[in-house]
């Protein structure tokens, strides 16, 4: 692959025994081999509870890219790994609890603002709220950052979790 | 408890015996003891006491990288399995099967920072193919079999076995049987009839052809190094190979251009530099054999075979790659080439070697002989004279000396040649040495070493004479260590900082110590002699050969110069290169 020092944002979704360790090996292929982690996601998802699936989005040059997976099929737990945004399209969203404290016109128009973003209200005190916000990560960013005016006090975000669209499958 | 119940000392033994290990180098300590009983007087399996864990990994690098069977270690927990992380590094690295068990805290203390509780499996993943932690005696049969089978299919490589002692105690009836079947590792073997087919088409348009192989035609097997032989002769293109590769195809051919790289020949380089399409087989484009990458064979297109995906595009973009083990890709491509009846243009191919001819003119190996010191390159010139056609293993430490080594000695066979080439150790010969000979009793094994290396793990005397190995160990003493000086030299206007060994051993005296032979040479007048005598004494001897303290290793590619800017050995002036001092 010749490569550019263009950077691409990508989403690997990679099919894992469910062991201890596993994780540490893919992240620490990463952090070994300098690659980027921007969002991480990981969870059983079988009913047994025997495979994970864990969600990276990474940033890197074309070559970049194809060694990370290159890389990760090499690792022995490993089932299968897809890159989502090369193999596409996929649906990706990601969950985020948004706190804000204030009162009065504060609340008012968070409430507003989180209505207009679709957000969840989870927990109401009388000086305080917290958001449940889905979608994309653009979504996610721009509703943190009209919440920043708003008396934003912390942020929790789950990372991204992706799946191909239609009937296609990793 | 059932009378079918082992415990789990016993279960791992008897797995190690239905693998066929008969060899085990190791060093025993508190949280492996069930596993030495089980050891104690073993009738089939010899377990070899190493003096240092990190010898006893690269003895069973030696081992296997001389029989082509996975080597085998045992070590206990905490100090045990840290020292020999340089080892596992360094199998993993030159991609080497070896099998490490190493002995864990009970599983109830694993973090509780007990006696000599380290994270093994955390210490080690980045340094080993795959590793394991046994939690549970019913899993030990069927990971021991695992390793055995990830450590030696696909790209081979270390695996560690991490077992709590308490595991090692209790019993299970499971016992593993059958071949692995495992859920998710399927390495490559065969390769992609198409993909080589288009490979087979590239090479057949080459005007200037050449083959580049290196360790992975060693780690299929000798089918491959055969296979690799025959069809080079049938195309009639030139060869190198690397470091690694050495001995894959037969050093006295004249097909054959010397090694290339770093301290390559000057044809091999040139040849790289200026062909149309190069095959490059079971290597990996390592830096040392680039030079600089944006300069690297600048015109040609490059059909790579490799057992790992992962090395194809990493470097230098491949045309025409093929996943696959080298001996079943070269069977494959070898059909291919017949049965089209493919064929070099006769001129172009002519004049190829034409010009390849002209730079051996360069002689470029060539170095000032003199009567007054022994030269090193001298030294082994005369040690693959006195040693040819015998049967004779070559190992290495790591500097001046194992290029030196790579340079003058002629292999003529594939499993002969044993040095650490990726992570390049200090103190990795003389314990390979040892494993060679635990596979080759009746051969005669050379450790070709440099005064500094040679003690970084010197203790293994103690090992050889134990077991009654002879291992000759035979040092070029120039009281440096050398390649340091030379880069010294290169980037750093020969300021010698600490590059100078004050207070060496009298090596001599040394070997004395431990019951081995001395020898002392320093007038070329002597060196047969003392070399004959080396090969003939019985046990291990050690040979100090005092060289020229201030000989340079050419022809060299500096770090960051391309394969046609090399330095000679008649150009005396080393040329700086911009940035040189920065690289590695």
Redesign the interface.
């Known amino acids: 692959m010749l490569d550019t020092p263009h950077k691409e944002r990508h989403t690997f979704s990679i099919i894992v025994d469910n062991e201890a360790g596993v994780l540490a090996r893919v992240i620490g292929l990463f952090s070994g081999r300098g690659y980027n982690i921007e969002h991480l996601t990981v969870a059983p998802v079988d009913l047994a509870g025997n495979e994970s699936r864990i969600t990276i989005v990474t940033i890197g040059t074309r070559k970049i890219i194809e060694q990370i997976k290159a890389q990760l099929d090499r690792l022995v737990p490993i089932h299968k790994v897809g890159d989502l945004t090369d193999e596409g399209p996929a649906v990706e969203r990601e969950l985020a609890l948004v706190k804000v404290t204030g009162d009065r016109e504060q609340r008012v128009e968070a409430l507003r603002v989180a209505e207009a973003f679709r957000a969840k209200r989870v927990d109401s005190t009388a000086n305080s709220f917290v958001f449940e916000v889905t979608g994309k990560t653009e979504k996610i960013k721009a509703f943190i950052e009209l919440m920043s005016e708003l008396g934003l006090e912390e942020v929790v975000r789950t990372g991204v979790a992706a799946l191909h669209r239609g009937t296609k499958k990793l | 408890m059932s009378s079918k119940a082992l415990s789990g000392a016993k279960i791992i033994v008897k797995a190690l015996e239905d693998l066929g290990v008969d060899v085990i180098f190791g060093y025993p300590g508190g949280a492996v003891l069930p596993i030495y009983d089980e050891l104690h007087e073993h009738s089939k399996i010899t377990h070899v006491l190493v003096r240092h864990e990190q010898a006893a990994v690269h003895a069973a690098e030696g081992y296997a990288r001389s029989t082509g069977k996975p080597g085998c270690v045992l070590v206990t927990s905490g100090p045990g399995a840290t020292n020999a992380i340089t080892g596992l590094a360094d199998a993993m690295l030159d991609s080497i099967p070896v099998v490490c068990l190493t002995g864990q805290v009970p599983v109830q203390l694993i973090g509780t920072d007990a006696f000599q509780e380290a994270d093994t499996?955390?210490i080690s993943?980045?340094c080993t193919?795959?590793n394991y932690?046994v939690r549970k005696t019913d899993d030990v049969s069927r990971v021991v079999h695992e390793a055995f089978h990830?450590a030696t299919t696909g790209r081979p490589g270390p695996v560690v076995v991490d077992i709590p002692k308490d595991v090692q105690i209790t019993t299970s009836e499971q016992i593993h049987k059958g071949p692995i079947e495992?859920?998710?590792?399927r390495p490559a073997f065969k390769g992609d009839e198409e993909a080589i087919r288009k490979a087979v088409e590239l090479l057949a348009t080459a005007k200037k052809p050449i083959f580049y192989t290196g360790g992975g035609i060693i780690n299929s097997g000798p089918k491959a190094s055969d296979l690799l032989r025959k069809l080079v002769r049938l195309t009639g293109a030139p060869i190198t190979s690397t470091l690694m590769g050495l001995g894959a195809y037969p050093a006295s051919d004249k097909q054959w251009l010397g090694m290339l790289g770093m301290h390559g020949t000057y044809e091999a380089n040139h040849a790289m530099h200026d062909c149309d399409v190069m095959v490059c087989v079971g290597a990996r484009f390592d830096d040392r054999i680039t030079g600089r990458i944006d300069a690297f064979s600048p015109n040609s297109k490059k059909i790579h075979i490799d057992i790992?995906?992962?090395s194809?595009?990493?470097i230098v973009?491949v045309d025409a790659p093929v996943v696959g083990d080298a001996g079943e890709v070269l069977e494959v491509f070898l059909k291919l080439w017949k049965k089209g009846k493919h064929k070099f243009d006769e001129a172009a191919l002519a004049s190829w070697w034409d010009d390849i001819n002209e730079d051996r003119k360069r002689n470029c190996l060539a170095y000032p002989h003199r009567d007054d010191v022994i030269m090193p390159q001298y030294a082994c010139e005369r040690l693959q004279a006195l040693t040819k056609g015998k049967d004779v293993y070559f190992t290495t430490e790591v500097g001046q000396h194992q290029m030196w080594a790579a340079q003058f000695l002629e292999f003529e066979e594939p499993n002969r040649w044993m040095t650490s080439g990726g992570l390049g150790t200090m103190g990795y010969g003389f314990p390979a040495a040892i494993g060679v000979q635990m596979g080759h009793p009746k051969a005669t094994v050379i450790d070709v070493a440099g005064e500094a290396s040679i003690q970084m793990n010197i203790q293994e005397l103690s090992t050889a004479m134990q077991y009654g190995l002879p291992v000759k160990i035979f040092i070029l003493n120039n009281e440096y260590m050398g390649m340091v000086r030379q880069w010294q030299d290169l980037n750093h206007d020969g300021r010698y900082s600490n590059s100078y060994t004050a207070s060496l051993p009298d090596f001599v005296k040394l070997a004395e110590s431990y019951g081995a032979t001395g020898i002392m040479v320093d007038k070329p007048g002597d060196l047969d002699d003392a070399i004959i005598q080396m090969m003939e004494t019985d046990g291990p001897v050690i040979v100090d050969c005092r060289v020229e303290k201030l000989a340079n290793c050419f022809p060299m590619i500096p770090s960051g110069a391309a394969h046609n800017e090399m330095i000679l050995p008649n150009e005396d002036e080393i040329k700086e290169f911009e940035g040189g001092a920065a690289l590695v």
């Open positions: 499996v955390g993943r980045h193919k795959h932690l990830v495992h859920r998710s590792y790992d995906r992962s194809i595009d990493k973009h």
